[in-house]
């Protein structure tokens, strides 16, 4: 199956994927609102990460960019 080109399809997509793994049933509305809230945080996420780079004088994201949005998240930060 081709990936679908809208990233919100995409995200979509592994959700929905992500639900079918575990034993339990989703209905069609929790995947979609799961979706939803997946999509708007990596979207939060991206300003975030560009708003961090753009202080810094630099027009890539760095790593140490992604250690700013993390450091409030100590499992996100340990595994960084």
Do not use: I, Y
């Not at 799961?34 to 810094?56: K, M, P, W, Y």
């Amino acid at each position: 199956m081709d990936a679908p080109t809208d990233p919100r399809a995409a995200v979509w997509m592994a959700v929905a994927r992500r639900c079918a793994d575990d034993e339990r049933e989703f209905s069609p509305a929790f995947v979609d609102a799961l979706s939803q809230v997946v999509a708007g945080v990596a979207e939060t996420l991206g300003r975030d990460l560009e708003a961090f780079a753009r202080h810094a004088k630099r027009a890539k994201v760095s790593v140490d960019d992604v250690r700013l949005c993390a450091r409030r998240n100590p499992d996100w930060t340990d595994s960084l």
